[in-house]
């Protein structure tokens, strides 16, 4: 397929998974995640299948970013970044009105400020018809009590996306809502609760090959909503 991808927060959960399933399609992978011993395991599993750099290091930190991309770019041709990494914040959620702000202003730099910092890097590296993927959240369109923090973010992280998509039409921009899924940060976010009906992160990688091999527009996207993309082998 000869195509490269970066994949931020790919150490676990939806990033993870998506890694996978974009290395098992032939895409060369260059990885991102806080901690360097489990982005090192996901290096080792999947170097037997595809091309993968793994960079630990924090999406706040711009020297890093610039350096994933650089990695990336020894690859080969950009054709799409994935801005998975994301910040939760407080467990439990406080309400705004307690709400830290050194600690709001950590989740901004890793929900808003990352990502488009990410997005600055790439664009003049970006193939044409390369595909941007933005995660965010419901939360960054509906008003949940004890979730202005990090919902307010991600609502950011939308508009930004947006304005992206309109002053690069000739790339696909998409800002996509993976649904609720049993992650670590689904469990941090509900502390004590079960979480075991909720689906895997796997259920929402197809819909996401969708947008990131298809032909969609620009846009809004539910992972849930998308027709999935023929899975390698099938």
Do not use: C
């Not at 993976?178 to 976010?189: F, L, N």
């Not at 996401?208 to 899975?231: C, I, V, W």
């Amino acid at each position: 397929m000869n195509k490269t991808a970066i994949v931020t927060g790919a150490s676990r959960g939806l990033g993870l998974e998506l890694a996978r399933a974009l290395a098992r399609r032939g895409w060369a992978l260059a990885l991102d995640a806080r901690h360097a011993a489990p982005l090192e395991a996901v290096r080792l599993e999947l170097e037997p299948l595809t091309s993968v750099v793994a960079l630990a290091g924090d999406v706040r930190d711009s020297a890093h970013l610039t350096d994933l991309v650089e990695q990336a770019g020894r690859l080969g041709p950009l054709s799409a970044v994935v801005n998975n990494a994301s910040l939760l914040g407080p467990s439990p959620q406080p309400s705004l009105a307690g709400y830290p702000l050194s600690v709001l202003r950590e989740v901004y730099e890793a929900n808003v400020f990352a990502p488009l910092r990410l997005m600055q890097l790439v664009l003049p590296r970006l193939e044409p018809g390369a595909r941007i993927v933005n995660i965010t959240s419901d939360a960054g369109v509906e008003k949940y009590e004890g979730w202005g923090g990090y919902g307010s973010s991600k609502a950011a992280l939308e508009q930004l996306s947006g304005v992206v998509a309109v002053e690069h039409p000739e790339l696909l921009v998409y800002w996509v809502d993976p649904g609720d899924m049993r992650t670590q940060m689904q469990q941090e976010a509900f502390p004590g609760e079960d979480i075991s009906d909720r689906p895997p992160p796997s259920e929402s990688v197809p819909g996401l090959l969708t947008l990131l091999e298809g032909d969609l527009p620009s846009g809004r996207y539910r992972s849930s909503e998308l027709p999935a993309g023929q899975e390698v082998g099938s």
